[in-house]
């Protein structure tokens, strides 16, 4: 892994899987780095979650994360059309749900824009 420049924390909470990501994942190395994480969360891994997935609802909320890496996107969507996971995306950065109502990422990932307290 390389050094990276955000924390990926969560639980597996029977079939709900919560992740807290805080700081942006700009990078491709970034996003693998974050897939690591994600999946040890999970207590899966890519090639097993594709045939026993072990959540059914993703809920993930980026704190003080942009810019997000298109990768992000493309990996949510893939849970969401491939692997039928109800994701819902929440960000406290409205550049981030700004740039997605173009493409109707919102919609498809039922994104919400929250305000962190610090």
């Known amino acids: 892994m390389s050094e990276a420049n955000f ?6 909470d029977s079939k709900t ?3 807290e990501c805080h700081g942006p994942i700009e990078s491709y190395e970034d996003f693998k780095d974050f897939k690591v994480a994600f999946f040890e969360i999970a207590k899966s ?3 097993s979650h594709m045939s026993n997935p072990t959540f059914t609802t993703l809920n ?3 704190i003080e994360s942009y810019p997000i ?3 992000i996107f493309g990996f949510l969507l893939k ?13 406290d950065d409205n ?10 990422l ?13």
Do not use: C, Q, W
């Open 79 to 91: 849970l969401k059309i491939r692997d039928k996971i109800e994701v819902n995306f929440m960000t």
């Open 95 to 104: 550049r981030v749900l700004n740039s997605s109502v173009h493409i109707h």
């Open 17 to 19: 899987l919560n992740i």
């Open 45 to 47: 891994d890519p090639i």
């Open 60 to 62: 993930i909320m980026f």
């Open 106 to 118: 919102d919609e498809k990932l039922n994104m919400k824009l929250f305000y962190a307290t610090k």
């Open 69 to 71: 890496s298109d990768n």
């Open 7 to 12: 924390e990926v924390t969560g639980s597996l």
